[in-house]
């Protein structure tokens, strides 16, 4: 008897490890929408010394999303979009951000800080490993473009965390 379902082999699960590059351009579009959203509803509800930095990120989420926008238009790009790589080990957590929290009228700076790390994580982790996995061309270009991106957003992010909770009396880890 087989160990296996009828039709969930090893072939099965190697298919169901992997996406099209379309459905993986989707999502993350998705993503960086969300984010935009996020932040966007948020700048009016945080004070003022974080303000600058959600109003930043805001900016930068509409950037990429339209990155993902111009990508759908490059010829080279539509020829590799059926192909199919191998899903991120962050997919389900980059999954997760697309749900937005309710950090209610008065969000806590921590609490902002906290999601945003969370974000620009999974971020980062996901699009490096997507970079490594997709073919060489305009997508991989950009996967690797923004896991720059999301690093150095992480690592601003980090400062001001630190600088928060610890009046910025501690170093801040390098990623």
């Known amino acids: 008897m087989s160990e296996h379902p009828e039709g969930h082999g090893p072939a099965y699960e190697h298919l169901r490890a992997r996406k099209s590059l379309a459905e993986i351009l989707q999502s993350a579009a998705e993503f960086e929408r969300k984010a935009h959203q ?5 700048i009016p509800r945080v004070r003022k010394n974080l303000r600058y930095l959600v109003e930043e990120l ?7 999303y339209e ?6 238009e490059d010829p080279e790009a539509r020829q590799q979009i059926q192909e199919r790589i191998a899903v991120p080990r962050e997919d389900h957590r980059f999954s997760d951000y697309i749900q937005l929290p309710d950090l209610g009228d008065n969000p806590d700076d921590q609490a902002i800080l906290q999601y945003a790390l969370g974000r620009e994580d999974a971020a980062m982790k996901q699009y490096r490993e997507l970079a490594q996995n997709a073919p060489p061309g305009p997508i991989r270009q950009l996967f690797e473009y923004l ?9 601003e992010l980090e400062k001001r965390y630190y600088e928060l909770v610890y009046g910025g009396s501690r170093m801040v880890p390098r990623v």
């Open 147 to 155: 896991a720059n991106e999301e690093t150095a957003h992480k690592l």
């Open 58 to 64: 805001a900016a930068e989420e509409k950037t990429h």
């Open 38 to 42: 996020f932040y966007t509803g948020l």
């Open 67 to 72: 990155l993902f926008q111009r990508l759908a």
